[in-house]
């Protein structure tokens, strides 16, 4: 048997922390990206629950890891124990990517690149219009602050299962960002027809039709959707949610979620490395992964 020795002293280590670490698709991606650009780092999952937050962030340190993904439940979490939070990551309240800057920590939210790139051919549109927000978690709030900032929607209504944490996400963005045109209701999908059928995009934030619960699905009443609307789904496996064939079926246009996977990761890819991540060939590859 011929080993083959890829990794030295000069290898870098980028890794992704969260609790469990459910099933991701970021090692497979970053790596094929490394493999094809031809680049001397090593991606890894790293658990790690919340009261062991603190030395994964000096074992980072310790070890000279050069990157970390940050997912649930770690994203709002790790704020206080970084250096430096950008802007945007910091008003969404929370960090998906950090760059260890020779002992400096700085943490990064680029999971508002990918929703900005995935809504962009539609930004006339939206500009101005009304948008249902389903969920109310850390991706929901990377997904409002694009929303509001980038896109300018008119009027966005939070549908959250938890009413109360819908309420408080609306409290928080309605302070820190000084947009008022927010309601929350609690999601129950009959009563929900008449909102969906009132807004010109639908983005489903929550994990509901992800792989294994592919026949899960925030609703199924058919007349929530229309000709005309746009449906944007953050799950990527299955690329087509359950949620966007229905929408896809009523003549809607539909969005799935691993544009926004591939470019939310080529954001943190360029951080971590200096250098582009090969999108084109990456987002190829990693397609025959996932259910279609
Ligand atoms: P993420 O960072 O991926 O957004 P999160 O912060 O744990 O993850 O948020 C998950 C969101 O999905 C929440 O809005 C959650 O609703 P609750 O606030 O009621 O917990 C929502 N969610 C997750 N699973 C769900 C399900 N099966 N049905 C309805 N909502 C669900």
Redesign the pocket.
Known sequence: MQVQNKFNQNTKIIGVIGHPIKQSFSPLMHNISFELSGLNYLYLPFDVPPAALKDALKGMNALGIKGFNVT??L?EKVLPLLKDVSEEASIIGAVNTIVNDEGTLRGYNTDVHGVIESLLPYKDEIAGAKVAVI??????RGVIYALIRTFKVGHITII???DQ?GESLKEYFSAKMLFTEMKSMP?VPPDLVETFRDSKLIVN????GMYPNVD?SATTIKESFMNGQIVFDVVYNPVKTKLLRLAESQGATIVTGLKMFVEQGAKSYELWTGQKMPIDKVYKAIESYLIS
Request: glycine share 16%; charged share 15%; aromatic share 0%.
């Open positions: 649930v439940p994203k969920g109310a978690g850390g991706a929901a959250n299962r938890t944490i999601l934030t929550t994990s509901m899960d």
